[in-house]
């Protein structure tokens, strides 16, 4: 099972970027699902975090700006409009899975390989 992220890139403060994570491999669907960042020098923080139930959180810093959600059984998309500069970091996908075969049940928790986003002032 792995995860790739997509979507980063270079953007002008006041910009938006659209950031996905697909998961790839034997899985029947993603549960929780999670986005962090990490700036240089700086611990990974949790940006935003999705249940398998649907229950959303945010970090204060986010709030009002970005959106995760989820369209499939394996895509999870983090939506940031009004970037700031101190958005600046690289952002990983975080994601538990299961896997039902016949009588058994298999999780597992992955990380994407994170993907670089720069905003300019």
């Known amino acids: 099972v792995q995860l790739q992220a997509s979507g980063g890139g270079l953007v002008q403060a006041g910009g938006s970027l659209r950031l996905s994570c697909v998961v790839s491999g034997t899985i029947s669907r993603v549960t929780d699902a999670s986005w962090y960042r990490q700036a240089p020098g700086k611990q990974r923080e949790l940006v935003a975090g999705?249940?398998?139930?649907?229950?959303i959180k945010y970090a204060d810093s986010v709030k009002g700006r970005f959106t995760i959600s989820r369209d499939s059984a394996r895509t999870v998309y983090l939506q940031m409009n009004s970037l700031k500069p101190e958005d600046t970091a690289v952002y990983y996908c975080n994601a538990d899975w299961l896997l039902i075969d016949g009588g058994s049940t298999v999780v597992g928790k992955e990380w994407g390989q994170g993907t670089q986003v720069t905003v300019s002032s």
């Open positions: 999705i249940t398998n139930g649907g229950d």
